[in-house]
């Protein structure tokens, strides 16, 4: 050092300009060429100024940087090109790895992306609304019953409007019974979705108006909406605004004429109700026999009543006030009464009540989804781990290699990440395109309208987006972590063994988390088919075989129904006839019942229905006590009722037959009690029902009860007769236990849905095994080969192979087990009457994962035993 | 047989003339006051690394300075195989210039 650097004081440059430098400069560089720069830095500042100098520093590291960018990239390339042409190379060599690890996830995303889709759709239910958060539907509990039920008296909305100032809407909503007949010219047809609703409900809702004016829309009696669907339909391209338009209706006999006030836009699939047809409410005041005062009471329960809150209420608030309303209305004896308002947006997730509009989901449907999506997912990323692991000694030389050419630990576990990653996207594309062409198929088994355009549902491309990438990451980071670390001494000497203990332990590990879910899924899955094969074939306490049903809406058949049955029964074949207002399945009509116990007045809600003399005949429902409706004793006709034992029992008499009940106002006589039968479906107990005998009026089903050997003739004859008493009306056939099997099918999608699910996680489990089976082998050709120079015979070597994922196998079972049976009793428990859970589920289960396991690895195991032993042993 | 351009060679002289103290910044300052030109550090540097590379010239660490930051200089100095060149060429200049006067210039 001179004398004159001692003396002199030295500036450092800018120090994030230096940073930057040093990044830029390669490591052999630094040391030179900073300190050169620090240099001539300094030799600015001496000659001119700091400013200078600074200024210098910065414009000779700027000046450099597109330089740096374009060098960097470029080398940075090269590198992810020799990287791709390695990862090709490696896909092309091992076919069937390769496959196994693409098809793997692409099962897995695919079967969560329609779950997706479907959890999705099913929150979106009546989210659509504007006021939704603000919407709520009346609950209530009747006197008596421990249940809340959905339908309300119909002068609760307006009492609700009247008495609470945070009530701003409210309308009732009720749907027509079964269906009726709309003409319009010459155009007539069968219609099911004819609602009647208040005139705020158009407010409440956001059902928008193509066409009409909305304020007035419902508000005179024989107004009437349609949606666009509807009035393309009946009106082609004509206005329908105006124009009147017929619908016979079930309570009156007769036709109305309508007048349209709007065409509605079409109601989105994902309501908790759709309709074709809007009535206005007060309507029903002429259709009654009764008139306005028959329908505005406080006695039974029938629409359901929807409120608009302000938005600044709370709920729970309002609820408190309840009580003393419902006192106010409807006397001291509503003590046992209950209100509650139940969310707009819970009820398409909340279960089903009795009488929803439409069936309704569940939660736990949601959340049971979402577990096998979840699950489905694991196993197929759990099989990347795995095979990677067990691979991992395949890729050991070229690690070697390239740790031996000055590839770092971190280049390397990015190699293997951006693998793994690769393969998770190459999935992730295959998915989706699977997804695309499966879709309508999904939509159909679930029933739901499902639609996917990446477009509009970014988040949802978002969503799997992250998904890939995490498991992607995920399961690749423990394989590149542990390739990573091998060390290229080691493996040049191969004295590298990656089938160690300790890595057979976690390899195993992974196999067993696999069959355990795999065999939860099996469990769950021979739970339902028992569950809803235990429904099919259960004693409903009616027969439900071998009977045609068939509609009508014909007046003049109805009034006349006994020559018509007389007819049919000339029939051989024919082996008996009732008309009924339900059928045994269709029942839902309630009303109060009231009578005297000890003196004391009681009253409590029953289930109603009308039949005929011979609707206990033809459903071969048993008469406990008393007598059926009869011919021999006129006053049946006017007022006598057979009850069910529940009804029976309810009322609290020893003996009812001859005691007296009143139901609106009427006195009826007990003659008869039946026998229990399930009306209703089995999510249900038996309910109180009451049989009405109500001649020539109002009978919607015919039941025919025929001879299984010739349907088709039969049938042949029965509509030959049809045209003959009902020339106007159409002949439209069902068959009971065909429309028993439609109340279960929430439950047989659910069974279908996961037929499928579990399949497909059982086949990703198994196909992972098979990869697994085959790099082990591998492994252990020699000393198979050993093994059978030294007497082995196949049987041996298959034991040996197997014997491993058979533990495996069995400890999966073993966890498995406990928790199947304890989610399946938990679901169980939706039914009243339900299957047990038997041994015998928990061993099939167990066997069918077996089965599928040993068939996976025997054929490995066949191939290693029938091959040459020679080959293997050769080259040493 | 490496042929220089007269960067190169400039460079190449002026290693020859610093001796031990042939870093970048005292090459660059050198050619800068005896060939009166302004050349960056760029200039300087890939051309040296272009004779390292070829085995012209080879580098070693010298010594550090406050000035520096306390870094070592990157010292060059010819290989066999430069000094080989060096006088290859100048036996060659001389030549071209031998016949040269000053007073054909006038």
Known sequence: MTKQEKNHKFYKPPSFAEKILQIMLSVSEIEGLSGDFEEIHNDYIEEKSKARAWIWYWAQILAYFPRYISNSVYWSFQMLRNYLRIFIRNLKRHKGYSFINIAGPAIGLSCSMLILLFVKYEFSYDKYHENAPHIYRVLREHQGDTTWSNSSEHPLAASLREDFPEVIKSTRVKKNDEVGVVEYGAKRFYEEGIYFA???????????????????????????????????????????????????????????????????????KNSH????????????????????????????????????????????????????????????????????????????????????????SDMRLIYMFSAIAFFILIIAYLNYINLSVARSAKRAVEVGMRKVVGANKSQLVRQFLGESLIFSILALLISLLAVNLVLPAFSSLIERDLTLNLFHNLDFLLIFLSITVFAGLLSGSYPAFLVSSFQPIQIIKETLRIGTKSSAVFRNSLVVVQFVVSIILLVCTFVIHNQLNYIRNRDLGFDKEQIVTVYTMDMNLKRNLEPFKMELLKNPDILGITASLDLPTTIRRSSTVEWDSQGEQRASEMNFTFVDYDFFNVYDVKIEKGRNFSAEFPLDKKQAVVLNETAARDLGWDDPVGRRLFVQGQEWTIIGVTKDFNFQSLHWRIDPLVFVFYENRGMDYFSIKVNPSNIPKTLAFIEEKWKTFSPEFPFQPGFLD???????????????????????????????????????????????????????????????????????????????????????????????????????????SGLLAFVFALCTVSYQSIKAATANPVDSLRYE | MYALTRNEEE???????????????????????????????????????????????ESYLGEATPKRGGRRKKIYRQTKLGIELLKRYKKKRDTLWSNFSEEFLL
């Not at chain 1, 419902?218 to 338009?245: C, H, R, V, W």
């Not at chain 1, 509503?334 to 309704?360: A, V």
């Not at chain 1, 279960?744 to 095994?769: D, M, P, V």
Request: aromatic fraction near 14%; hydrophobic fraction near 40%; include cysteine.
């Open chain 1, 273 to 360: 109700f759709t309709f074709d047809f809007l009535l206005s409410y007060n309507t029903m005041y002429s259709l009654k026999r009764g008139g306005k005062d028959s329908v505005e009471t406080w006695s039974y329960y029938e629409p359901k009543t929807y409120v608009k809150l302000d938005p600044y209420t709370e709920p729970k608030g309002l609820e408190g006030k309840f009580l003393a309303f419902l006192r106010k209305y409807k006397g001291e004896d509503s003590e046992s009464e209950k209100m509650h308002l139940q969310p707009l947006t819970d009820i398409h997730l909340g279960g089903n009540m009795r009488f929803e509009l439409e069936t309704n």
């Open chain 1, 198 to 268: 208040d005139q705020d409900f158009l407010e409440i809702f956001s059902f928008p108006l193509n066409s009409g004016e909305m304020s007035t829309a419902l508000k005179d009696p024989f107004s009437e909406l349609l949606t666009q669907e509807m009035a393309g339909k009946y009106f082609g391209n004509e206005d329908p605004i105006g124009k009147i338009i017929q619908i016979e209706e079930w309570y009156s006999v007769k036709k109305y004429d309508y007048k349209i006030r709007g065409v509605l836009k079409n109601i989105p």
């Open chain 2, 11 to 57: 460079i190449l002289l002026t290693i020859w003339n610093l001796k031990d103290d042939a870093y970048l910044v005292a090459i660059r300052k050198r050619i800068n006051v005896v060939l009166e030109k302004k050349m960056t550090i760029g200039a300087i540097h890939i051309p040296l690394t272009r004779l390292e590379k070829a085995g012209i010239v």
């Open chain 1, 738 to 844: 065909e429309r028993i099997d439609k109340i279960y099918k929430a439950e047989q999608r659910l069974g279908e849905s996961f037929n499928i699910f579990t399949f497909l996680a059982l086949s990703i489990a198994c196909l992972g095994l098979f990869g697994l089976a085959s790099f082990l082998l591998e492994q252990k050709r020699k000393e198979i080969s050993i093994r059978k120079i030294l007497g082995a015979d196949f049987q041996n070597i298959t034991v040996l192979l197997a014997k491993e994922y058979m533990k495996c196998l069995a400890l999966a079972a073993v966890i498995a087990w406990p928790i199947g049976y304890f989610v399946m009793s938990r679901w169980l428990q939706n039914f009243v009457y339900r299957t047990g859970i038997g041994i015998e589920i928990f061993i099939l």
